[in-house]
């Protein structure tokens, strides 16, 4: 299995509050990326990372951010949360872009309640 | 915008059996990728098979092979001799050619009844 790790692993928060995410991968992958899995949608893009400082828009990226300043570490925040945000949160990695290097494999994502 | 579409919210397999599972995309891309995923109760999202669409041959992997029909821009999950861990939810994800995103959709129940 990848190293991939997230947390926290579950939380619940107050709608107005900033919630703050980490993913951490022990793989040196240079690809990152945040999803947010809701029924009915499967999963949705957030955010993602091409490099340390390099992050790109994904589908659903409305009221999130994200920063890296390390390879081994792509934080997603909330900067307020909303009840809409309540989902489970994925991170995944990948090498690269390249033929070989494009398949990702996922954390074991992270459970937020927004109250 | 690149689709992908599983039709079929929930199917349920005798265990031994043989079950197949549906996807289709759409795409105007001529290189890209096909990913199947499993999500069993424990959340963890785990790679079953990968596809290259330039390859014509079907991928396999042990009890999962796919049919891949490029023209009808159709990915099928088959699922051999199915067990009882093999109950998940699966979902068909695509992705197109440099561009690193996946498009998933919107996944698949399965149950395979003892």
């Known amino acids: 299995d990848a190293g991939i790790t997230q947390s926290p692993r579950h939380k619940v928060t107050e709608t107005g509050t900033p919630v703050t995410l980490r993913c951490h991968q022990t793989?040196?992958?240079?690809?990152m990326y945040w999803y947010r899995q809701d029924p009915g949608h499967g999963l949705r893009l957030i955010h993602y990372?091409?490099?340390?400082?390099?992050?790109d828009k994904g589908e659903v990226s409305d009221g999130y951010s994200v920063s890296r300043s390390k390879t081994e570490d792509f934080l997603l925040t909330l900067e307020s949360a909303t009840s809409s945000q309540t989902s489970v949160y994925f991170c995944a990695i990948s090498e690269g872009p390249l033929r070989g290097q494009e398949t990702q494999y996922f954390g074991p994502g992270t459970r937020l309640l927004v109250l | 915008a690149q689709t992908v579409t599983q039709s079929q919210p929930e199917m349920s397999v005798q265990e031994a059996e043989t079950v197949t599972l549906s996807c289709t995309y759409d795409t105007s891309e001529s290189n890209y990728y096909l990913f199947w995923y499993k999500q069993p109760p424990s959340r963890q999202m785990i790679l079953v098979i990968r596809q290259e669409a330039y390859k014509q041959q079907n991928a396999t992997e042990n009890r999962f092979s796919v049919n891949f029909q490029k023209a009808a821009k159709s990915f099928s999950l088959k699922i051999s001799d199915s067990q009882l861990g093999d109950t998940a939810m699966y979902f068909c994800a695509f992705m197109g050619g440099a561009n690193s995103k996946l498009t998933f959709g919107k996944g698949i129940t399965l149950s395979v009844r003892p």
């Open positions: 990372s091409y490099g340390v400082k390099d992050t």
């Open positions: 793989e040196n992958h240079r690809y």
